[in-house]
């Protein structure tokens, strides 16, 4: 899952489940060597070394050949179930193990969701994303889930739910009750991930996304950069994406938001942080690797400005998050983005 802002601080989290058919598996790596991968290591790293204006053009050519040049998505983010995550994901302010602010929150009602869901789809949103702090779903949790999509589908908007790892079993019950998409980000690069979360591994990542492919939901995967991790593992991360068979539908790239609190914000405390046009490749890389994917900017947009936005959309991001908050982060509001997308003409698709 992701985060939730003024609270606290920010953050930037990530739960998010995924899937992929049944028997072909998401590749763990997209190593050197590795000859059935179509994206070896090697040739993302070559991406992301390239110069930047031709990574840049290669990026914008590859989004023109696949989307309508100047639409971008708008999606909103809702925290259905706040806080006390027993999960410890160090970027996370929601980890019932940090000191963060966040405060942990029950399950919000129909009424609540569909006010939500209301004034989203007022303001232009056509998918709307709902949020839950858990590790996993349990079953009793499942149900009211399940009336909370059945009431957002019925409104017309395109949905999408991060709750955590799934059973067997209950991607079914969601996509029956009209979901269209889960979220399960995998983070990082696997040689990264240890550093990142102890509590569960990548197999259970992997595993979830497995579950949400065969149950015929489309997949929402992606993950945090500005975490620490090296070029390398930043390649290793859309590697993982770009080889799963097929890639995920919907590829939300988070920018660290650091929260105070969280070990994160202690461990990159005095660290130079990521330069935004490191970001900038990572984006025209995941274009480029997954061309028909939607590439959503995510966490950490309002930090970046309106120039390195821009610099985003050139390089094939054409999704954002949209209202003035993610799940506990803050997020540029509504009348910025409007002023943005008339500023490069962009249109709300
Ligand atoms: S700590 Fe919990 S809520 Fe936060 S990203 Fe991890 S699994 Fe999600």
Redesign the pocket.
């Known amino acids: ?2 985060d939730r802002t003024d609270l606290p601080p920010r953050s930037t ?3 998010g489940a995924d899937a992929v058919i049944a028997p072909p598996r998401p590749r763990r790596e997209a190593a050197d060597g590795d000859a059935a991968a179509r994206w070896p290591l090697a040739a993302i790293e070559a991406l992301f070394e390239l110069p930047f204006a031709d990574l840049m053009y290669r990026a914008q050519a590859t989004h023109r050949e696949h989307h309508p040049a100047n639409a971008v998505q708008l999606s909103t983010l809702l925290s259905i179930k706040t806080g006390g ?1 027993p ?3 160090a970027y ?1 302010p ?2 019932a193990r940090y000191t963060t602010g966040v405060a942990n929150e029950p399950l919000l009602d129909v009424a609540a969701v569909t006010a939500a869901a209301s004034a989203a789809r007022d303001a232009g949103a056509t998918r709307f994303c709902m949020g839950a ?3 996993s779903v349990k079953d009793r949790d499942l149900e009211p889930v399940l009336e909370l999509v059945a009431a957002v589908k019925a409104m017309g908007l395109t949905t999408c739910c991060t709750l ?1 790892m799934l059973k067997d079993g209950q991607a079914e019950k969601l996509k029956a009750a009209g979901l269209d998409f889960y979220n399960h980000n995998l983070d990082t690069a696997p040689d990264f991930y240890g550093d990142i ?1 102890t509590t569960r591994d990548y197999d259970d990542r992997l595993a979830t996304l497995a579950r949400v492919r065969d149950a015929g939901l489309s997949v929402c995967c992606g993950g945090i950069v500005g975490m620490g991790e090296s070029r390398r593992q930043r390649a290793g991360l859309i590697g993982q994406l770009a080889n799963m068979d097929p890639y995920p539908e919907s590829v939300p790239i988070n920018h660290l938001v650091q929260v105070e609190g969280t070990p994160l914000a202690t461990r990159l405390d005095g660290e130079p942080a990521l330069d935004p046009l490191e970001f900038v490749r990572t984006i025209a890389v995941a274009r480029i690797t997954m061309p028909r994917a939607m590439v959503r900017l995510s966490a950490g947009r309002r930090e970046l400005g309106e120039a390195v936005q821009a610099l985003c959309f050139l390089a094939g991001a054409n999704s954002i998050f949209y209202g003035d908050r993610l799940l506990t982060t803050g997020n540029p509001d509504v009348e910025a983005d409007r002023a943005l997308f008339a500023k490069l003409g962009l249109a709300a698709a």
């Open positions: 899952m992701t989290a990530s739960c995550c999960e410890d994901c996370c929601q980890s702090a858990w590790r955590g979360v």
